[in-house]
């Protein structure tokens, strides 16, 4: 990847300085910055943030453009390098999603209220349930964790 990216980047740097009438000063400066962040999260494995980085060169330069601050032959110069630097960061490969998270919960057992027919009738109710959960874990395959 860095040997097709470093070029490009070359032709991007070169766009935004070679024709010092064709673009303000300030805005060459935006540019160039811009290009450098690009650059370091690429050349960092980063896609994610390339691509960030990419989307935000892509509208100062649709802006500055828009403004009359960047002659349409310079932007063009400058868009064709970014479009080749976009197809080299799409070359990186994307994280790898995060392991799942598997959580199981317990509930604590209702506080022993002695019920005049059954003193023991909660605890029991209770036990019974937990054994229900305990069959449905099981069930469900439990055991993977």
Do not use: Y
């Not at 064709?22 to 691509?51: C, F, T």
């Amino acid at each position: 990847m860095k040997r097709v990216l470093l070029p490009a980047f070359a032709l991007l740097l070169a766009g935004c300085g070679s024709a010092p009438e064709s673009a303000d000063p300030q805005v060459r400066q935006q540019l160039s910055a811009q290009v450098e962040a690009v650059k370091a999260a690429a050349l960092g494995n980063d896609r994610a943030a390339a691509e960030a980085a990419l989307a935000e060169l892509n509208r100062r330069i649709a802006t500055a453009q828009a403004q009359g601050k960047l002659a349409p032959d310079n932007a063009r110069v400058i868009l064709t390098a970014t479009d080749r630097v976009a197809e080299d960061v799409r070359t990186i490969p994307l994280p790898e999603p995060p392991q799942p998270v598997i959580v199981t919960v317990t509930p604590d057992p209702p506080p022993d209220v002695p019920d005049e027919g059954d003193p023991g009738k909660h605890q029991k109710d209770w036990e019974k349930q937990q054994k229900q959960w305990q069959k449905q874990r099981h069930k469900n395959g439990d055991n993977e964790g």
